[in-house]
């Protein structure tokens, strides 16, 4: 299906694999997306604090700041900050990490290895649903 | 020495910047219909095995295969039955650890493909199924290391013809260690418990296996081996007993709770500790009558399995303990263990 990204739509990829990081990048360039790279929770909460972002795609294993702590950190920040669609990404696939993802308040979860034309299609289904629901 | 190292490292370095820029245009921008990756320098192609690998661990779908290919097209697959006789053990390991990564353990997408459609990489004379035969030694390989990467590699192809040699393996580790090899266990799936009630010997002759098979069922949630399970219970052996009540309050199926019931008297205090546990997620609030005789039991163990377990039922069980730490009349025991656990509770903020 076709999916329309409205123009400037950014997205932060928050990753401290480089390489994993730039692979994710350049296929989400290729949507039409603006993409920030940041390589861990620290790093992304200064992004958002200067920057407008509309989705935000993190690991969960990284130095300084994990997905986890990031996730609460983002929700208790004030809207519409607070309410940016997050999508957690693990190498860990343990129910209870996925369910403990859930709860800290990501909207998704996807295990690694993914596909990262699943990512682009998972992320379009959070925008969509962020948005319909204003 | 030095020199050498940091004159590799610098030009590993600049050789990861290059593949990966020419890798996203390879995977994205049609570069492997269009130019091809590119040619790799004769020496530099282990470094480029290094390099893919590192991406197969996180991306999988069309991009891996295409990853997969190109490690394919350096051409040093062949020389994997070598490398995993080589004396060097990390050699070894790495060989080992390279079959599972490139998924060089799947027959059927191995064979020869039919003359018509030959991509312009097969060379007639390599055939890359039957490498996953050559990790089966390894399995005896006298370095630890060498041999759990080989059982990861075999569990990892999910052919369960391998998974009798694994097992062995795991038989032979420590106790202690068995459990934490479970999750190399698990890597064959959830096809594994079928198997296991198919060619195990009965649990009367040998229980350990069983044990395994337990611990199995609870993590992989697998609820069609509950009847096997509760078959399990009967079988006189206080270790198997203690893994299968384990599966059993993962499980969560109220419909066991009378039988699980039965062994709160048992003499064994590792079935007593776990049947504490099981009675409060099997039974639920009405659990509480059941759990407060426990609360009394000479182990430090069960009585705290069983006040755990009042706490985790919330309001009614919390009732319950506070009931107990206030009654001068209640054992001395299962009044310290009720405070003990209404202190822990109320500095986590359960209450």
Known sequence: ?134 | MQYRKDRLNRHRIARYQAWEAQLTDYLFKKGYQERGFGSIAWPDRWLFRDFLARYLSTIAGQESELLRELYLSTGIHPSLPRRLRDRDPKVRAQAAKEIAVFRLDEPAEHAPPPVAERPWRWKPGIRMEGYIDHVLPLLDDPVPFVAHTAAQTLTHSRNLKFAAPVLAWVMREELYQRERLLRVLEGFGPSLLPWMKENLESPDQSPEPWILFALLAGSHRHRESLPRLIWLLDIPNVDLRASVLKALIILADPAVYSKVQGFAASPAWEIRAQVARALGVLGGPSAVPDLLPLMADPVYEVRRNAAQSLVDLGHSGVSALTWLADDLAADRFARDIARERLEWADERGHM
């Open chain 1, 1 to 134: 299906m076709t999916r329309r990204w409205p123009i400037q739509t950014t997205v932060l990829v928050v990753e401290d694999d480089p390489a994993t990081a730039k692979i994710i990048q350049v296929r989400l360039e290729m949507e039409g997306l603006k993409v920030l790279v940041a390589a861990n929770g620290l790093e992304a909460l200064e992004i958002l604090q200067r920057e407008k972002i509309d989705l935000i795609s993190t690991d969960l294993m990284m130095p300084a700041m994990n997905g986890f702590r990031l996730v609460q950190e983002v929700r208790d920040l004030p809207p519409p900050k607070g309410r940016i669609p997050i999508l957690l990404l693990s190498s860990n696939h343990s129910e209870q990490d996925m369910v403990r993802c859930l709860a800290a308040g990501a909207d998704d979860y996807m295990a690694k290895p993914i596909s990262v034309q699943v990512l682009v299609e998972r992320l379009w289904r959070l925008y969509e649903r962020s948005h319909r629901a204003g």
